[in-house]
């Protein structure tokens, strides 16, 4: 017969007694709160996008007689001037109507979808395997699951400067402390070797290298991803490589994996910007770990993670196979594309008093120096860029929100008119501002970091 007086409830990993009203006992006596007190988490509050913190700041009040240019936004879509692949469109289409995934997919992706990723990028110098592929919702995830499995509260990253604002963003709302290692525009953006070398201490849990970068549309050469692998092969620090531009390239870039067996090395991907589907939120990364160096604590940490939220859409997960048998033609006219522009920009902001733009080899943009010194109407690159826009309703994202001053971003993947229209506003801007400089500060230069 059922005791009316007390039943067993589970709680947590134990059990508790509770009486017929509810009440668990025995209970300590509880002060009562007396007000009602709820704050954000300190995860929310150390949660900062630098990008939002800068643009949200700035007075963006466009020319009225001039349609707006925005060449700031990171999106190949925006314009409509670079459509997906119809193969690509057709793989998401029989994947919906087959029906096989309107359900939920394994944590870290359905089989098939792996090995199609894994039979994508393997090679004989870096192979993979489907167990070597973890599905995630865009690349942004893959670099979050990346960042928190190598990290703890206390440790830190090495992050390239300029570069991808979501880096610092998601380790300091962890308790993981950036350093930033420089980039040197003079070389190509090359890294500052030395620099980055300096900065290694015991804390150091993982190297990120941006290739090709965001900002900077730069492509390190083997040689110098060479030199990059050897500092970390010599400090015993695991790499992070952002390489979701790594098909968007104009030369010979080699992905990092395939030049090392030593270094353990998580590489983030996906579908955004070589296939022009951002949308649609399929990243992943791949486990390069030859040497047996991540073991399977770290693969089995990444199945853990990928288990608090279920990441990659189950339906672009069943059309992966497909959309990844895209055309050789339909990428090669995204990279002609690409080039063009850059090319058209470049030439245009060179002959420009006061400007330096510096030639990409890939990605989606283009940086420009500006010599503040011949510009005294502005503070800085934000004064700057704010200008562009209430003036010449043009606007380049200054960049200041990538912890590098008096330079500004310009995206390539504006149609080609646009891109024109919008260079010619910019040298008409630069030509009212820009000022001579006095003899006795001629030989400074403002672009100095």
Not at 326 to 341: E, G
Request: aromatic share 8%; net charge negative.
């Amino acid at each position: 017969m059922f005791n009316w007086d007390f039943h067993l409830m589970h709680h947590g990993n134990g059990i508790h007694h509770v009486n017929v009203n509810g009440s668990l006992y025995p209970a300590k006596a509880k002060s009562r709160r007396q007000r009602w007190e709820v704050k954000p988490s300190d995860m929310a509050n150390n949660t900062l996008n630098p990008i939002r913190a800068i643009v949200d700041g700035m007075k963006l009040t466009p020319n009225p007689d001039k349609p707006m240019i925005a060449l700031s936004i990171g999106d190949p879509t925006v314009f409509g001037n670079l459509p997906t692949d119809e193969t690509v469109r057709q793989a998401l289409k029989d994947a919906i109507d087959s029906e096989k995934y309107n359900g939920y997919a394994p944590s870290v992706g359905y089989l098939k979808s792996r090995q199609a990723v894994a039979n994508f990028y393997s090679c004989p110098e870096a192979p993979l395997e489907a167990e070597d592929v973890i599905l995630t919702s865009g690349c942004s995830q893959a670099i979050d699951l990346a960042i928190s499995v190598l990290c703890n509260p206390g440790d830190n990253i090495l992050v390239p400067c300029p570069g991808f604002s979501l880096y610092k963003t998601l380790a300091v709302s962890l308790g993981i402390e950036v350093k930033l290692y420089n980039l040197l525009p003079e070389k190509s953006w090359e890294a500052d070797l030395q620099h980055m070398e300096s900065l290694i201490d015991e804390r150091t849990s993982c190297l990120i290298v941006t290739n090709p970068s965001n900002p900077c549309g730069s492509v390190f050469s083997k040689e110098h991803l060479q030199k990059i692998l050897n500092v970390a092969s010599r400090h015993c620090v695991p790499i992070l490589a952002d390489e979701i531009y790594t098909d968007l390239v104009r030369c010979t870039s080699p992905s990092m994996a395939s030049l090392s067996s030593s270094v353990p090395i998580l590489s983030c991907g996906g579908l955004a910007k070589r296939w022009l589907v951002p949308g649609w939120r399929m990243g992943w990364i791949l486990i390069h770990d030859r040497n047996n160096i991540f073991g399977s604590e770290i693969r089995q940490g990444l199945v853990k993670l990928s288990q608090r939220i279920l990441g990659a859409c189950s339906v672009v997960q069943g059309a992966l196979e497909g959309i990844l048998n895209a055309p050789q033609s339909f990428y090669n006219n995204t990279i002609s594309f690409l080039k063009s522009n850059s090319q058209i920009c470049f030439n245009e902001l060179s002959t420009v008093p006061g400007l330096t733009p510096i030639m990409p080899s890939g990605a989606m943009y283009l940086m420009v120096g500006i010599d503040m010194g011949h510009f005294p109407d502005f503070k800085n690159d934000v004064d700057f860029t704010e200008a562009l826009v209430t003036e010449q309703s043009v606007f380049c994202l200054p960049a200041s929100a990538f912890e590098f001053p008096n330079y500004f971003r310009i995206v390539v993947t504006v149609p080609e008119h646009l891109m024109v229209e919008a260079c010619g506003r910019i040298r008409e801007f630069c030509q009212r501002h820009y000022r001579p400089r006095s003899s006795d500060s001629s030989d400074s230069n403002d672009l100095d970091q």
